[in-house]
């Protein structure tokens, strides 16, 4: 399944006949229309790899990790606002829904690639430093996922400092 498409436009409510209370109670953000709630895939990949320094059996966990687009991360879990969250995708801000596609995109080529290098087991040494430099990577791009979540502007190349604080005072609104 790709990014994009979670069910048939004519099944989704257009995002501004969607109730903002019912948005924010699903962990949705109502100007974008996006779930934070996506990025726990991502979470558990990065945790995955901090740990394979000092445990290598992460790595199998890892290698039986997948990528999942948005749709097909909601679609395979039992989240009870499940529908709302992907109607609220298909009517999301295409901007920032194009944003985070492209994050997304991005930390899978960096999960893809950081999985293809661990089948050829390294040494402990460069396999441990090649899962930290991943992380370290991941983390920087999850946070940027974030803020596009929250509807910051992110256009360009925006140091990370304070992104996650920024994404913070976004939700609350201050």
């Known amino acids: 399944m790709n990014g994009h498409a979670c069910q048939s436009?004519?099944?989704?409510?257009?995002?501004?006949?969607i109730d903002r209370a019912r948005l924010r109670e699903a962990n949705i953000n109502p100007a974008t229309g996006l779930a934070t709630d996506y990025l726990n895939h991502f979470n558990e990949a990065i945790m995955m790899l901090e740990?394979?320094?000092v445990m290598p059996d992460c790595i199998a966990d890892l290698l039986g990790w997948r990528v999942m687009s948005y749709c097909e991360h909601f679609l395979s879990t039992h989240q009870k606002h499940r529908e709302l969250v992907l109607a609220a995708y298909e009517a999301a801000d295409p901007q920032a829904r194009h944003s985070l596609d492209e994050l997304t995109a991005s930390m899978d080529q960096i999960l893809t690639a950081t999985r293809d290098a661990l089948r050829l087991h390294f040494s402990p040494a460069v396999t441990g430093a090649l899962a930290q430099e991943a992380a370290g990577q991941l983390k920087a791009l999850v946070a940027r996922a974030g803020a596009v979540i929250n509807g910051l502007d992110v256009t360009g190349d925006l140091p990370m400092t304070g992104v996650a604080q920024a994404a913070v005072d976004a939700l609350l609104g201050r």
């Open 9 to 17: 436009a004519a099944d989704c409510e257009p995002a501004r006949q």
């Open 51 to 53: 740990l394979i320094p």
